[in-house]
Structure formats: structure tokens, C-alpha cells
């Protein structure tokens, strides 16, 4: 999804012609759009530093990161390692963080239980540890091939509570962040209507020099996206 042209009203009009029923890839398409341009941070807040935690000299940076990566090469093995991941995720160096925040997304599904950590490193001052915590989220869930019909309550419940910290990322001011966050978002397969409240809350508090060529990147990527395009018009900002 990357490098899409604005195109001219005259194609926009023209994919009013058909729709499709695929809202929620229409809606992340859009989203990707979005992401091309430079915006305000996660929700608009103040990211929060890192909890304090033990110092890691400059020598011994790099065994550290190194003893991290490992653990991210083993997999879902990496499961009896995973407190050692969370408790890096608190380390004063950017570095070590995000090192960490991948290696848990390695972990795949064995470390859904670091969802709620994940969720807080998306407050993180550094913004590559919040692409990889963003990142992280999208690999756990689509390492869990389950039918969402098997996957259990407190399982499915820990999926549902990145939808909103993500949908918040999409409008980072770095672009890696809102890439990465949108990736995770289409492996999430987020609840229809509730990607239909993320896209009004973004059309609705937007500036309109982003809202613009958004929709029109949007309308670009073909006929299957007419249903989102049809229901921006309900917003004024869209109605350029």
C-alpha cells in the first residue's frame, strides 16, 4: 500500500459506480493514506517516559541487547523468557526497549500476556520503541491461527484492547508509528463498527489538508473502497 497518487475528481466520481461489502480493508486502506502525512502524537497526549528501572552500563549494552534478540529467535520456546522481555521494556536505554518490544512480537501468541506492556510502551518517548511495541501486537495476533470461534474470552478480550491504543497511533507524528500501527490493525480484524467510530473520530477532528488528500489516496485503490468514501460524506471536512 505504498506511494499511492492523488487522483483527479474525475476518477473519484467514477468509483461511486460500484461498492463492496469489505469495509473494514476499506477503512485501513484509507487509513494508510492517512499515514503518509505528518500529524499530532498518539491522541494528542505527552508521551510518557519510561519507568525507572536498573541502568545498563555502556559495555554492557550490547550483551543485553544481545540476550534479547536471542530469546526473540527462539520463538514461541522464547514464552519461559518473557518476564526477561517485560522487564527490558523499562530499561532507561531507547535502545534495549524497543530490542525488547520486537522480541516479544517474535514470541508470537505465546506472549499475549504482553499485550497490556506492549500497550503502555506505545507512551514511550522514543518512537521506534513505539513501532516496534505497534508492530509487536499485529505479530502475537497473527501467530494465533485459531478461528476467532476457538480463541478463549480472556484471549479474545486482551485483542480487543489494542484497537483503540492503535487506531490513537495512526495519527503519530511519526510516520513509522502510524505504518505500523495500521499493520497491526489489519491483523487485528478490528469489529466493523468499531472501525466505523475510529473513522468519524478521525475524519471528524482532523485537520482538512489531511483529510483531503487522504480521500483521495483513498479512492485511488479502486472500487472496493466506494462504501467508506460514500459514508465520509457525512462529514463536513470530507466534503471537499
Known sequence: ??????????????????????????????????????????????????????????????GVIATIDSIGTLGSKGKASLQT???????PKPSVRWHAARSIGLVGEAAV??????????????PIVVTQA??????????D????????????????????????C????DPRVRRAAIRSLQ??????????????SLLADEDPSVVFPALHSLADMGEKTVPFLMKSLEHPKARY
Do not use: W
Request: glycine share 6%; proline share 7%; net charge negative.
Open 1 to 62: 500500500m505504498r506511494g499511492h497518487a492523488f487522483m483527479q475528481p474525475s476518477g473519484l466520481a467514477r468509483l461511486t459506480v460500484t461498492a463492496s461489502r469489505n469495509l473494514p480493508q476499506a477503512f485501513l486502506a484509507g487509513c494508510i493514506a492517512i499515514a503518509a502525512f505528518p500529524l499530532a502524537g498518539c491522541n494528542g497526549k505527552k508521551p510518557a517516559a519510561p519507568a525507572e528501572g536498573k541502568t545498563t552500563s555502556a559495555a554492557g549494552t550490547d
Open 113 to 126: 500476556a504482553a499485550i497490556p506492556k506492549l500497550i503502555s510502551a506505545l507512551s514511550d518517548t522514543d
Open 170 to 173: 495512526m495519527v503519530h507524528k
Open 134 to 143: 505497534a508492530a509487536a501486537m499485529g505479530r502475537i495476533r497473527s501467530d
Open 85 to 91: 522481555l517485560l522487564d527490558a521494556l523499562d530499561d
Open 145 to 168: 491461527q485459531r478461528p476467532p470461534s476457538a480463541i478463549d474470552a480472556e484471549t479474545t478480550k486482551l485483542y480487543a484492547s489494542t484497537v483503540e491504543p492503535l487506531a490513537d
Open 187 to 200: 491483523a487485528i480484524h478490528p469489529d466493523v463498527d468499531k472501525l466505523v467510530e475510529i473513522a468519524n
